[in-house]
């Protein structure tokens, strides 16, 4: 690339056109939710009347027994039976989306009940009464449906140790857990009085031949108590509160028709496994109900990272360190005003934006069925590290921003972060995911549709680098990936190279998409500046590549600034478009819940902290130190 190929695309502050904010806000929409915007808005409103906001006092286990009373109320509210959900994309994907922003508690159990457990007997079941009659409590919430996959020993996949031996004299399974290591890892059944439908991964023995880990359905808990021969070990965490266990099977009894078969595999009458699949292809067919989790947990986390930004830039706004000046009478500058949490919220919107729409492109991909099995594993495995680290990311700095309010559960952040770590580590931990899609055949060939022929030159620029690193992964050079120390290392380089061009890619579709034309400046704009803040971020790869100049590096740097600037100043709107729920939270106050008192006007944020003191005063006046003839 010449210096050339850098357009220069400044503009000046009397230049910037006028608008219709209300077409831009609903153009802007569109990236966040693309053709979805009123299904989400409904789901949105469903999910916020739950009312699961943040309350003080309640025991880890309390706080635990909340999520099926919540998940009960959830389908009930939607009006569809779980099983609709789960095969609805959109629908399940914007339940949980919205559950991990206004509720938290339910957003930790809903991709274990809809996508792998419900998910895994549609998609394997047999049509049998057995297994008609769990997924039949599951599609109201009367049990909850969990899968029970990783061991102490690590996941393991195929060589998972669980064992479940088929009997033909009782015809059913014995399922068992032959040593410490083989003993499930942190499901969620350890709640009494809740009951569980769990999907259990467990290496079939027929006629002592290993016939592969294979899914079986098991009742393990019921309102009377545990299945005969389960036993649970409650484990806590510190947050995103779940009945977490360890759980050991001492010969527990399940019928022919737990086996998750379909059509593929199965014990026919004459007691003989018949399997159309090779023994180790079997579990990673089994588990493919995982790929529709990741992307459900991946856009759940950046919804909360759209929710923390948009109410920190609203607490900014109202926040001045300090009251007015007492000598000049000037009020000080507002918190929004401050270059250094204007650069921090601009690149974490532009991230924001880059993420959510390539976690929707993906969503309507997969609603559409536009992707094979294998390519639909790999999107996930691209969507969750992404959006997830970029959530992190965003919701660290906001808490870190918001300073003593962040720290308050009362205004939602911690809750979210806690959600987040837990997302990090639900269905394959971001960093495996990122080795598997970098060593992944087809990687670098992966395209969002509509994806332009003619790409702005910051995107040639971030595919350009990701082909050298396939190339050089290709060629076992992994020093040319920069600072790694093997294969997996320039394997997350490479997915990650990958990762960045897609976000990019989506934020130019939506562009293109857009006809409104400030909405179609800001979407732009917004690519630009995520791109560009990626490239700025592997200056030190480029200038080893000789592809980064100082001349260049420094004209990439100024058109960042710009873009930056542009974003600044057009904050208030760009949030706008994530329609965040009135939510309880005082860094959420709007400027209409400020009030006025004998000592002048709360900002809205102190009036929410003293609707919930139950505080209304009166006030003692403010010493004038001007009058009292303090003047320096």
């Known amino acids: 690339m010449t210096r050339a190929d850098i357009p220069v695309d400044l503009f000046s502050e009397s230049e910037r056109p006028q608008y219709d904010s209300s077409s831009t806000v609903h153009a802007l929409r569109k990236v966040i939710f693309g053709a979805h915007t009123d ?78 457990a419900i998910g895994a007997i549609l998609a394997h079941g047999d049509g049998s009464s057995y297994q008609q009659e769990c997924l039949a409590e599951l599609d109201s919430g009367a049990a909850l ?61 027929v006629a002592g031949q290993d016939e592969g880990v294979l899914p079986f359905l098991l009742r393990l808990r019921t309102s009377t108590g545990l299945a005969r021969g ?41 007691g003989r496994f018949m399997c159309a699949l090779p023994r180790r292809q079997r579990f990673h067919h089994a588990i493919a109900v995982l790929d529709n ?55 974490a919107l532009a991230a924001v934006y880059a993420t959510s729409a390539l976690g929707q492109q993906i969503r309507d991909m997969r609603a559409a069925a536009a992707t094979t099995d294998a390519e639909q594993r790999l999107w996930s495995a691209l969507a969750k590290p992404l959006l997830s680290s970029t959530a992190a990311d965003v919701l660290t700095m906001c808490r870190q921003r918001a300073a003593a309010q962040g720290a308050l559960r009362l205004n939602h952040l911690v809750d979210w972060i806690g959600n987040l770590e837990a997302i990090i580590t639900a269905e394959g931990e971001n960093q495996i995911m990122l080795v598997f899609a970098g060593l992944a055949s087809g990687l670098t060939d992966l395209r969002l549709p509509g994806t332009p022929a003619r790409r702005p030159w910051y995107l040639r620029m971030l595919a350009a680098r990701e082909h050298t690193l396939a190339v050089a992964l290709r060629n076992g050079d992994y020093q040319s990936a920069g600072v790694v120390l093997g294969r997996d290392s320039a394997a997350i380089e490479l997915a990650t190279a990958t990762e960045e061009r897609l976000a990019t890619t989506a934020l130019v579709i939506a562009a293109s998409r857009t006809d409104d034309p400030t909405a179609r400046r800001l979407i732009e704009t917004t690519a630009a500046a995520y791109a560009l803040g990626r490239i700025n971020a592997h200056g030190a790869w480029y200038t080893a590549h000789q592809t980064l100049s100082p001349l260049r590096a420094a004209e990439i740097a100024a058109q960042l600034r710009h873009h930056y600037a542009v974003l600044a100043d057009e904050l208030p709107i760009m949030v706008q478009a994530f329609d965040i729920p009135s939510l309880p939270g005082p860094i959420f106050a709007s400027d209409s819940a400020s009030t006025t008192t004998d000592t002048g006007r709360s900002a809205a944020y102190i009036s929410r902290w003293m609707e919930y003191a139950g505080w209304r005063g009166p006030w003692s006046q403010p010493v004038d130190m001007v009058r009292a003839g303090r003047q320096p």
């Open 145 to 205: 449906g969990v899968l029970a996959l990783t061991e102490l020993g690590g996941t393991n996949g195929a060589d998972q140790q669980t064992l479940a031996e088929w009997d033909p004299v009782s015809g059913g399974f014995w399922l068992t857990t032959p040593s410490p290591e083989a003993v499930k890892f942190m499901p969620n059944v350890a709640s009494e009085g809740v009951p569980k439908i769990v999907v259990v991964t467990a290496r079939l023995m």
């Open 293 to 347: 989790g990741r992307l459900d947990l991946a856009t759940a986390a950046i919804a909360s990272a759209r929710a923390a930004l948009a109410g920190l830039v609203n607490y900014s706004r109202q926040r001045r360190p300090g009251s007015n000046d007492l000598v000049t009478g000037r009020s000080r500058k507002a918190m929004a005003d401050r270059d250094q949490v204007r650069l921090d919220f601009v690149s």
């Open 230 to 270: 389960v036993e649970v070990a409650p484990m806590h965490k510190v947050s995103a509160p779940m009945d977490h266990a360890m759980i050991k099977f001492d010969r527990v009894w399940l019928p022919r028709e737990a086996l998750l078969g379909g059509d593929w595999a199965r014990i026919g009458e004459d």
């Open 39 to 116: 299904l989400h808005t409904r789901v949105r409103d469903i999910v916020t009347e739950l009312g699961d906001f943040p309350r003080s006092g309640l025991t880890y286990a309390e706080e635990t027994r909340a999520a099926a009373h919540l998940l009960r109320a959830a389908i009930a509210a939607l009006g569809r039976p779980a099983r609709e959900i789960a095969i609805d994309t959109h629908l399940r994907g914007a339940l949980c989306d919205w559950a991990q922003v206004s509720a938290p508690r339910l957003l930790l159990v809903l991709t274990g009940h809809f996508d792998l």
